[in-house]
């Protein structure tokens, strides 16, 4: 196997890019965060699910229809998010 070979993050990517182009959302990012959810063994489909969650969550929040403080607890922080989507990475943030 590759070093950087596509574990399905480019699909998911993809699709939530196209169906959320609207959003400021980056497909890089997408892709950074999909990679990470699978290469910890988490399904496509619930990959996938999540991070439109995420966007909702973030983004379009109009569609969103959550509890902000468990999603936040489950999925990914707002703050690591809008990082990722906004830098590439969240590596390089200073957390307080």
Same mark, same amino acid.
């Given at each position: 196997? &590759? +070093?950087?070979?596509?574990?399905? &993050?480019?699909?998911?990517?993809?699709?939530? %890019?196209?169906? =959320?182009? #609207?959003? #400021?959302?980056? /497909?890089?990012?997408? $892709?950074?965060?999909?990679? $990470?959810?699978?290469?910890?063994? =988490?399904?496509?489909?619930?990959?996938?699910?999540?991070? /439109?969650?995420?966007?909702? +969550?973030?983004?379009? $929040?109009? *569609? =969103?229809?959550? #509890?902000?403080?468990?999603? /936040? $607890?489950? %999925?990914?922080?707002?703050? &690591? %998010?809008?990082?990722?989507?906004? =830098?590439?990475?969240?590596?390089?943030? *200073?957390?307080?």
């Amino acid at each position: 196997m &590759e +070093k950087n070979s596509d574990v399905g &993050e480019t699909l998911i990517a993809s699709a939530l %890019f196209q169906k =959320y182009s #609207d959003c #400021d959302i980056t /497909e890089t990012g997408l $892709r950074l965060l999909a990679r $990470r959810a699978l290469c910890r063994g =988490y399904p496509r489909q619930m990959v996938q699910h999540c991070l /439109e969650i995420v966007i909702k +969550k973030n983004c379009r $929040r109009d *569609l =969103y229809n959550g #509890d902000d403080t468990l999603d /936040e $607890r489950r %999925f990914i922080l707002d703050a &690591e %998010f809008k990082a990722i989507m906004k =830098y590439g990475k969240a590596d390089d943030i *200073l957390w307080c």
